[in-house]
């Protein structure tokens, strides 16, 4: 069992990939590339809560005041 | 690499690219810092984690589609030919990974990609305390990863449309970078409006002072000393132009991005000279402000840097002060003219500095060959139509549609309750709230 095309250095000449499981760039690209897009979602989503949150509480331009 | 000279030449350029990268590294450092100094107590946090969540968001989009852009677009396409053969470029591409095969891609994919972080912080600090970050990394991706590549495969490629075409030559960035990032920014914040209490009724303008100005300048040195990576970043260290076009007989020498030589030293002559000439002006100008000169040091290189391979010093010098002198009046015009909120003055530093730069030099070097591969040679009307291209149709445009579609959604802007209270109250808040426990449980142990 090998995940990767290379089990030693003999053929050093011969070895071109180095990552282990070469035959599955495809789906890890579509995998990541679905976490971006479901992490722009997220993130949005995420923010929006916040600012609710803040207009919830009933903030105003003097709350930071006590802050700084 | 069966030979240690070629060997030693490849890993040379390999750690040359890795070098520039970590240098390149403190021009983010240093936009951060700078927008923290910049922007408001209430909003440091938010500020902070939106030029931050930029690297990540713009390095894998860039790796997804952004590399394969820069080489099969160069013809346009369909400008001056198709599509071009990038299967080498593409997310899915064996070279793009640890490969024995190839030892220069991925340090070479670094560099752009650090070129894409700097264009989306560019448009950041114009955009600061009133944008929702979902939106800005939207933007990001669009600008750092399509936006920019487009105009670095048209202008910034020894085979691009606009290389061999209109003669276009802008060897360290001053439209394909700073120009695009500058008209991107424009786009934006016209559609984003400024913040609130930044324009009276009457339309006179106000200052909202930086909330902590040594951290800007600190800031800005720091942009400084990442744009030395960017300068050697731009260059090939080691090509044969001899043997490839230079007369048939071997003759190494560094090289421009359009693969005309040029040398390290020179570049760092001129990179010095118009710093010089930006800061000298900028301190007149500003009456010693300290915000305006830095910047306008900045804007000095920035006007330079597309002829900076190949200027005289004082060439590079007398340029840069006169761009600065320009940057800083036309942004005051701007403001008061048509009420642009450009928060860090980014779109004057970076836009508006660098389309004067490539105005400038298609006077300064007409008629100095644009690419050693072709007859095109650099005029005045085709720096003036790159400047354009770069600033307005590849800049302004998709920033200010895309930001359309972002406002129509309800997606763009914060709440005006939220702007007004500042983007961190409620982690103010918090922090307060653990204070005054742990204070408590302190004074009871």
């Known amino acids: 069992m090998a995940t990767t095309t290379y089990t030693n250095y003999e053929s050093l000449a011969d070895i071109t990939i180095l990552s282990p499981f070469p035959g599955s760039i495809t789906i890890l690209f579509i995998v990541c590339f679905a976490f971006w897009i479901v992490w722009q979602v997220m993130q949005i989503n995420a923010e929006n809560r916040h600012y609710d949150e803040i207009k919830k509480k009933g903030h105003n331009a003097s709350s930071a005041d006590k802050f700084s | ?52 969540m930029l690297i990540p968001i713009v390095t894998i989009t860039f790796y997804f589609f952004g590399w394969w852009i820069y080489f099969a677009f160069p013809n346009g396409p369909f400008i001056n030919g198709g599509l071009e053969d990038a299967s080498f470029a593409t997310p899915i591409a064996q070279e793009m990974a640890p490969n024995m095969s190839d030892h220069i891609l991925g340090v070479f994919w670094a560099a752009f990609l650090l070129f894409s972080w700097t264009a989306a912080s560019i448009v950041s600090g114009a955009t600061i305390e009133r944008i929702r970050t979902g939106a800005f990394l939207i933007l990001a991706a669009l600008i750092g990863s399509v936006c920019w590549i487009i105009d670095a495969a048209w202008g910034w490629h020894y ?234 149709v590849l800049g302004f445009v998709p920033a200010w549609i895309t930001s359309k579609i972002l406002d129509g959604m309800g997606l763009l802007r914060i709440p005006r309750e939220v702007e007004l209270a500042g983007l961190d109250i409620l982690e103010m808040e918090q922090r307060a709230a653990d204070d005054a426990q742990f204070n408590k449980a302190e004074r009871s142990a």
């Open chain 2, 159 to 392: 085979a691009g449309w606009m290389v061999q075409l209109l003669g276009y030559h802008d060897a360290y960035a001053s439209g394909v970078i700073h120009g695009i990032a500058g008209g991107f920014a424009l786009g934006v914040v016209m559609v984003l409006g400024p913040r609130i209490g930044k324009f009276n009724s009457d339309g006179s303008a106000n200052t909202i002072s930086p909330r902590n100005p040594w951290m800007i300048t600190i800031g800005l040195f720091l942009i400084y000393t990442g744009f030395w990576g960017f300068y050697a970043a731009c260059n090939v260290p080691i090509y044969d132009a001899g043997s490839d076009y230079g007369g048939g007989e071997a003759l190494f020498t560094a090289t421009n991005i359009y693969l005309q030589p040029t040398t390290l030293s020179g570049i760092t002559i001129n990179f010095l000279m118009s710093l010089s000439g930006g800061l000298m002006v900028g301190y007149l100008v500003s009456k010693g402000d300290a915000f305006w000169t830095y910047s306008l040091g900045l804007a000095g290189i920035i006007g330079a840097s597309c002829g900076n391979d190949v200027y005289h010093p004082y060439q590079a010098m007398i340029i840069a002060g006169v761009v600065a002198y320009c940057t800083y009046k036309l942004h005051f015009w701007v403001e008061n003219t048509f009420k642009i909120d450009d928060a860090v003055g980014a779109i004057a530093v970076h836009g508006y500095a660098g389309s004067i730069g490539l105005l400038i030099s298609g006077f300064v070097l007409w008629g100095m060959p644009a690419t050693p591969y072709g007859d095109a040679v650099v005029t005045p009307w085709g720096q003036a139509i790159g400047a354009f291209i770069m600033f307005f």
């Open chain 2, 1 to 52: 690499m069966d030979n240690e000279l070629s060997a030693l030449n490849i890993i040379f350029t390999e750690a040359y690219y890795w070098i520039t990268v970590v240098m390149m590294f403190l021009i983010h450092v240093g936009f951060c810092v700078y927008e923290v100094g910049v922007s408001r107590y209430k909003n440091h946090q938010h500020t902070l984690m939106k030029n931050t």
